[in-house]
């Protein structure tokens, strides 16, 4: 059977949690610096066919086949762990504790931050022929974006704040959904529908990704967007780290989990 039910692969998004808390550093950081890296370029990718054809709906329908790739390659996002991992620590799995939860976060943001930041200079010297050039459209396309989702939630203040913080949350839950749909079907074709449709559907709506962000915002101020560091560490990544944190887990985690493993008294039909 290709299809898996919730009960079945909610077990295994448990197995993978407790897998990635025992990976060895060096993997932990590895696979998820080609997450961020090959995450950076669909990105950039996405923005180049939105711009080229005008429709930035065709950019969201492409986007997908970066996460695609990463996930088929078992490669990790910061976004599915914050998912995965705590659900080892909340089965109970031998050994699993809260310090090894934060150190997997810890080594996955890392590895992330570094892909995406990698993929952003190299994207930058091509679109600028090694920063001899302006980048023309794109360039002016990306620093927009940069200022408008760094210093365009500033104007706001807390409201701001709120509203990239919420943006994080609905994200990773889509994101998150994908995590999981890569799970729900045992065959290749079946793991890319399952994850291609909730990934379209943040990135066409704006949600704030926060591993997107790592490669976008450094790749934004490499070609000219006028917003500083703290501009965006205060006014994007951090708000939507927290968001995706909080909305990949309790509205995909801990709803599956409690639904699924941790259920309710059943009803009594007597």
Known sequence: MSYLLPTEFVKKMVDSGESKVYMSTRDTVIRAFMAGAILGLAAVF??????????????????????????????????????????????????VTINQVLRNWGLVFIGNFAGALVVAFMMSFIFTYGYSIDAGTIGEKVASIGEARTLGYKEHGVAGWLTIFIRGMLCNWMVSMGVVGAMISTTVSGKAIAMWMPIMLFFFMGFEHSIVNMFLFPFSMILGGDFTIMDYLVWNELPTVLGNLVGGLAFTGLTLYSTHVRTGAKRDLK
């Open 46 to 95: 996405a923005i180049t066919v939105s711009l080229q054809t005008g429709s930035p709906l065709i950019g969201a329908m492409l986007f997908p086949v970066g996460f695609i790739m990463l996930y088929l390659m078992g490669f990790d996002l910061l976004t599915g762990v914050f998912v995965l991992v705590p659900l080892a620590l909340l089965d109970k799995r031998e050994g």
